[in-house]
Nanobody
């Protein structure tokens, strides 16, 4: 069982930055692929980024590549999403999730956080 808690969301102007954190419970954090997803009102939940258990490989959606960076600190059971050059279309609720496989589909992730709102004003 893994419990995930996101933090770091907020309101930011276009071009600004935010850093999201995802704190995980449990002693097997490093065995999980960690992913970040987002969901805007009226839209499906979409993949943003993922990182393997060791942190050695990362994956990004094309829409955020070059602007967002996913990382993790296994000693602190925490995953991060650094978001730079934010755009109004990045506005959404952001969720972190844990999976035993590398995937970009929500159904592959067994554990989810409650989400944190990110709002980017133009």
């Amino acid at each position: 069982q893994v419990q995930l808690v996101e933090s770091g969301g907020g309101l930011v102007q276009a071009g600004g930055s935010l850093r999201l954190s995802c704190a995980a419970s449990g002693r097997t954090f490093s065995s999980y692929v960690m992913g970040w997803f987002r969901q805007a009102p009226g839209q499906e939940r979409e993949f943003v980024a993922a990182i393997t258990g060791s942190g050695g490989t990362t994956y990004y959606a094309n829409s955020v590549k070059g602007r967002f960076t996913i990382s993790r600190d296994n000693a602190k059971n925490t995953s991060f999403l650094q978001m730079n050059n934010l755009k109004p279309e990045d506005t959404a609720v952001y969720y972190c999730a844990a999976s035993t496989v590398v995937a970009n589909t929500p159904s592959a992730y067994r554990y989810w956080g409650q989400g944190t709102q990110v709002t980017v004003s133009s």
